[in-house]
């Protein structure tokens, strides 16, 4: 049990290295960041021996350091050691970078100082043990990166994303802390393991559906779902370090929270199902808005909230190893997008004259579905013969099929009359190791979380038609996305490009009710 607290470890490191420079005397701005990435790099360190000390002795729950279950303590499995692993190594990575980016800033030391703070936070986050260090970390967490947001407090246009944001925090902070009490109230502990090893027998009676309903709501806050996404595409006058921590993060919080209180969220179908709604219906409105944006940021910033939309999509279907694939991929992608955007927009500036475009034509398109499908099933069937995908789940079935719609979006590109065959031939390779790939990671995050997160039930009548509902909206929009040239330029279609461009003006009905445009200059309003 002593060794099962070393990841405690990797945030009191962080913390030590952000204190640091205000207790001893002539460390300058730039010696405290070069700190801040040794100590991150530590950090990196302490994840990687936990995953050892994991696969040595197993699942398991560290020692309480405080009294009456409150206080400090690790819950060691495969979730919280995946996440360590991510959340550790991006936050060594934007710590660099922001080594580098701030050098010479007014304010570097500050920034350091409330990085290092966010990082620390989430990892207590993540590792908590029991429901007060999970509450507590959960709430630092959100006021840390308020910081953050608020590191230019003098732009306007921070001030309005930090308010909007530290509003669905608040609201979101509430729903944690009642649906902490309630299970409190029911399970009589504070230990996660026990709380979730009673869930998963059945037990809790109705204060533990209104914990999960509100656990469900407070999920949907942190990870920006419509309609209260509006922050989340707002905080770009913050750093850029800032917007990589935030976007491949913070965020993931939410699918996080459900993630780690599965077995509890198991207990109400109503709430799975209405998650599948709300993710779902997100997943499709940010990405079809990500296509109109004419800046990088904001793009990414749209492409994040439908990402997540899709997180908590597979949450609502009880995919919940799949979800923390997604966490994990999405991470990685998004800190490299926005960490890298510079140079791309650099990159596409260099180039003097783009080649030609191809355009599928719906023949094109329609061979594209016809040869995904293919490909998914032939893969599938052979995959099975050594990997039993034959026993997977219609959800998870349901999810491969979402995955080849952009398969099929990929091979139109590649189809198209206009396309060299080496474009054709590229992109057909190019489908079917994205294939073999999604099927090979889904098996094995199954494969690692089994006996930890709870296998996906079997699909209710009410799950089969959300299954359906999910695959028809994601297949229209795919083909939409695919024929897009043949029909973007019909007045009908400029009219709707202006009307999402605007993200549906939910953003602006969300500033009038926060009072969101009514900001002070010196930013007290956000507070």
């Not at 793009?299 to 999509?313: D, N, P």
Request: aromatic residues 10%; hydrophobic residues 60%; charged residues 10%.
């Amino acid at each position: 049990m002593l060794l099962n607290a070393l990841p405690l470890l990797a945030p009191l490191i962080l913390i030590g290295a952000a204190f640091a420079p205000r207790f001893l005397k002539g460390i300058s701005a730039r010696k405290a960041a070069q700190l801040a990435e040794y100590a991150s790099l530590g950090a990196v360190l302490v994840a990687v021996l936990s995953a050892i000390v994991l696969a040595g002795n197993g699942s398991g729950d560290s020692i309480l350091i405080g009294f009456f279950e409150i206080g400090l303590s690790v819950r060691l499995d495969i979730v919280s050691v995946v996440m360590l692993l991510l959340v550790t190594f991006i936050g060594w990575v934007v710590v660099r970078y922001a080594r580098t980016y701030l050098d010479g800033e007014a304010r570097q030391d500050v920034f350091t100082f409330w990085l290092l703070a966010t990082l620390a936070a989430v990892l207590f986050l993540i590792q908590a043990g029991n429901l007060f260090q999970f509450f507590a970390a959960w709430v630092a967490t959100s006021a840390f990166l308020h910081k953050l947001l608020l590191f230019y407090p003098e732009r306007v246009a921070a001030q309005r994303a930090a308010r909007k944001k530290y509003t669905m925090a608040r609201i979101g902070d509430a729903a944690v802390l009642g649906a902490m009490l309630m299970l409190v109230s029911t399970y009589n502990t504070t230990q996660i393991s026990a709380i979730l090893s009673a869930a998963a027998q059945g037990t809790g009676g109705g204060l533990a559906l209104a914990a999960a309903a509100l656990l469900g709501l407070a999920a949907v806050l942190k990870s920006a779902q419509f309609p209260t996404h509006g922050w989340l595409t707002e905080v770009m006058e913050a750093p850029t370090p800032v917007s990589a921590l935030l976007h491949a993060g913070v965020v993931n919080a939410g699918g996080f929270l459900l993630i780690r209180f599965a077995d509890v969220m198991l207990l109400s179908p109503l709430v799975l199902a209405l998650l599948v709604l709300i993710g779902g219906f997100t997943a499709l409105f940010g990405g079809l808005v990500m296509l109109t944006q004419s800046t990088v940021k904001t793009s990414l910033a749209w492409s994040t909230i439908a990402q997540m939309g899709f997180m908590i999509l597979q949450c609502g279907l009880a995919l919940f190893p799949l979800a923390l694939l997604h966490i994990v991929a999405h991470s990685l992608y998004k800190a490299h997008a926005f960490l890298s955007a510079g140079n791309a927009v650099q990159n596409v500036a260099a180039i003097r004259k783009p080649g030609p475009v191809a355009v599928p034509d719906l023949g094109a398109v329609a061979r594209a579905f016809v040869v995904a499908l293919v490909i998914y099933g032939v893969v599938y069937a052979i995959l099975g013969l050594g990997f039993d995908f034959g026993g997977k789940s219609p959800q998870a079935i349901a999810l491969g099929a979402i995955l080849i719609f952009g398969v099929a979006y990929l091979l139109a590109q590649g189809f198209a009359d206009e396309a060299p065959r080496a474009l054709t031939q590229r992109t057909a390779v190019y489908a079917g190791a994205v294939t073999v790939s999604y099927l090979v990671l889904q098996r094995v995050s199954e494969w690692l979380t089994a006996g930890t997160l709870p296998a996906t039930p079997p699909a209710s009548a009410l799950e089969w038609a959300l299954i359906l509902l999910a695959m028809v909206s994601f297949g229209l929009v795919a083909l939409a996305q695919a024929t897009l040239p043949l029909w973007s330029y019909h007045p009908a279609a400029q009219g709707l490009r202006v009307h999402l461009s605007n993200g549906l003006y939910i953003n602006a009905i969300s500033d009038r009710m926060i009072g969101g445009w009514k900001q002070t200059q010196s930013g007290k309003g956000a507070e």
